[in-house]
Structures are given as C-alpha cells and as structure tokens.
C-alpha cells in the first residue's frame, strides 16, 4: 500500500514535466496514444496466461473507463500542456479530489455539507486566479482553451476514476489495466488521426528529450504508477486515492522550477495554495455513501 502511494504520489508527480517535454516535438493525442497503447500492449503481454477469463463486456468497461481517464484525461492534459507550465497543469489537475467528491454526492441528489460547499468555492476561486493571472509561456500567452482542457480532463478523469470502482473488468489488475490501456490508447490515436497530427508529426525533427521523455511516460507513468492506482481503486476509497493531487503539483512545480526554468509567480503561489488547500478540507469533510469500515 505504502509503495503503491509512493508510485502514484512521486511518479506522477514528475510526468508533468516529461509530457512538457515529450509534446515540444511530438503532437499531443499521438504522444499520448504511443504512451498508454504501449504500456497496455507490454502489460497484456505479461498477464497473457489470465486471458481465458476475459469477456466482452470487460472490453466495453474497459473503453468506456479508457476512453474517460485516457482520451479525455491525458489527451487533453497533453494538449494544454503546449501552452501552460507543467507546474500550473499540475496545479488546475489538483482539482481532481474536489470532482470526485462532487460527482460523487451529485446523484444522491442531497444538499452538500459546508465543507463541500466551500472547498468547491475555494478551489474554484483557485482556478479563477491562475486564469486570470494569464503568465507567460516563451512568447505565448496561454490561452484560456488551455485551462478550460485543464479542467474538462480532470473531469474526465474523475469520472473514469469512479465508474472503474463498480465497471465489470477482470480480476487480474494487470490484465484489467492493460486493457484499460489498450483501448485508451486506440481512442487516443484516432483522435490525433481525426486533427491531424500525423501530418504534422515529422520524425527526423523529435528531439532525444521527447524520446526519453516519452520512455519515462511508458514505463513509469503508465506501467508502474497506472498499475499502482487501479489496484489502489479496488482497496481504498477513491477520496483517499484521490490525494495524490495533494503531493504532485507540489512535485511538478519544484521540478518544473529546477529543471524546466518555469516561473513561479504569486499568482501561481496563491491560486495553488487555495486548489490544494480545497482539495484538503473536502478529504476532511463528511463523505455522502461513505463504506463500511469492514468493506474498505
């Protein structure tokens, strides 16, 4: 449990930075569909002897549950990431606690505790003050589609993170997480085909960083930490799985300011202290549906 924390909380943390990396000479949906059909592809590979117990609604699970944390996580991550800091998609990703949360009581069609209600406004406000801050990339401002795919792919994310907890997807973690990959990684490379890309993909022009960048994504991001967190799914409640967001803007944004040479102003400061601060107080607060102890 302790290393699956550390994965999710430490790896993740640095990916950031790698896909800032890895899209400065690679388009976004290919980089990221090289990524996780990679990845899915070497974990099937390994878990080949537990494929008899696969049926085909564990495939529309996992599409759907793919194409959720995948296409619209990570694709739209990737393509933010082309104008804004790692540290500040970091930042906005952080959110991700506060959607669960959200979602989650959403149904329930109950009115939300006050401490729901202001880690929503506080971490909205957060948000609010890295938009309106509007910092500098290069020569590029970043334009406000950037937060917007920011947030619609911590969403995203958010939803797949929850219907993985109930979705019917086989037993076997490796192969459950492969296939989740996979059809991510399928959805990822017809979007990138649907813009584009491949006419803009030039190969002789993708730097060694990009390709080690991309490495580090497959291996680590994909492999290692993705594998950590859907076993973490099934064993914990999703709030608390959600606290990585807690520990990886603070990671992005060290190493976004030490290896990168990304800014960090006041306005990051403050509009990330107030993100993080509400993702916090909603762990705190009261959670509707919450499971018995004997369950978790």
Do not use: K
Request: proline letters at 6%; aromatic letters at 8%; charged letters at 10%.
């Amino acid at each position: 449990m302790i290393l699956a924390f550390a994965a999710i909380y430490l790896i993740w943390g640095a990916t950031f930075l790698a896909i800032r990396y890895a899209v400065e000479t690679i388009p976004p949906f290919l980089m990221a569909g090289t990524r996780v059909l990679a990845a899915g592809m070497i974990l099937l590979v390994l878990t080949r002897r537990s494929w008899p117990g696969v049926r085909p609604v564990h495939w529309r699970s996992a599409a759907l549950t793919g194409g959720a944390m995948f296409l619209g996580g990570h694709g739209l991550l990737c393509w933010a990431e082309q104008h804004v800091p790692s540290g500040i998609a970091a930042l906005v990703e952080a959110s991700i606690p506060i959607w669960i949360v959200v979602l989650r009581t959403a149904p329930r069609r109950r009115m939300p505790d006050r401490l729901t209600i202001g880690g929503v406004t506080i971490g909205f406000l957060g948000v609010a003050i890295l938009v309106l801050s509007r910092p500098l990339t290069g020569h590029v401002t970043e334009p406000i589609a950037a937060y917007a795919a920011l947030l619609l792919s911590a969403i995203s994310w958010s939803v797949g993170s929850l219907y993985t907890r109930s979705a019917p997807l086989p037993n076997s973690i490796g192969v459950s997480t492969g296939m989740q990959l996979v059809a991510g990684g399928v959805l990822l490379m017809l979007a990138g085909s649907a813009t584009g890309e491949w006419g803009r993909l030039h190969v002789p022009h993708v730097s060694s960083l990009s390709v080690l960048s991309l490495a580090y994504l497959i291996v680590m991001g994909s492999l290692v930490a993705f594998s950590a967190y859907g076993w973490l799914l099934r064993r914990a409640d999703p709030a608390i799985v959600g606290t990585y967001a807690f520990v990886n803007p603070l990671v992005a944004v060290a190493l976004g300011w030490l290896i990168g040479g990304e800014p960090v102003r006041v306005a990051t400061l403050a509009g990330g202290t107030l993100i993080v601060g509400a993702a916090v107080l909603m762990h705190f607060a009261p959670r509707v549906g919450r499971e018995p102890r004997a369950t978790r």
